[in-house]
């Protein structure tokens, strides 16, 4: 009698670590795009190629500023939910991350 909340609540767990994992990669993407970003002389290039490095997930949203000798990179992702029942309850979650360093480009 008790099976069928048992499975719910794994399948439960199972989507927010899947969820939590992603969000550590949005993160992992934002720092490394701010990062080539801030010593590249094309920061916008910069950003999207580092940002292309996080294979696992699906196309990233990355937007890139410059505001006088600071660089501020914001990576968005939608995160499919799709783990069985529970997935499709709880629906798509976008995943946010945002990181500033010191812009120093390259002198020519």
Same mark, same amino acid.
């Given at each position: 009698?008790?099976?069928?909340?048992?499975?719910?609540?794994?399948?439960?767990?199972?989507?927010?670590?899947? /969820? $939590?994992? %992603?969000?550590?990669? *949005?993160e992992?993407?934002?720092?490394?795009?701010?990062?080539? &970003?801030? @010593?590249? +002389?094309?920061?916008?290039?910069?950003?999207?190629?580092?940002?292309?490095?996080?294979?696992?997930?699906?196309?990233?949203?990355?937007?890139?500023? /410059? $505001?006088? %000798?600071?660089?501020? *990179?914001?990576?968005?992702?939608?995160?499919?939910?799709?783990? &069985?029942? @529970?997935? +499709?309850?709880?629906?798509?979650?976008?995943?946010?991350?945002?990181?500033?360093?010191?812009?120093?480009p390259?002198?020519?």
């Amino acid at each position: 009698m008790a099976m069928p909340l048992v499975v719910v609540f794994v399948l439960g767990v199972l989507q927010v670590a899947l /969820v $939590a994992r %992603d969000q550590l990669a *949005v993160e992992l993407a934002a720092r490394e795009a701010a990062r080539a &970003a801030s @010593v590249s +002389a094309d920061p916008a290039g910069a950003a999207t190629a580092a940002a292309s490095r996080v294979t696992e997930l699906g196309p990233l949203d990355v937007s890139v500023s /410059v $505001a006088g %000798d600071v660089v501020r *990179v914001r990576v968005s992702y939608t995160n499919p939910t799709d783990v &069985a029942i @529970v997935g +499709a309850a709880i629906g798509d979650v976008t995943l946010d991350a945002t990181a500033t360093m010191a812009f120093d480009p390259p002198s020519p």
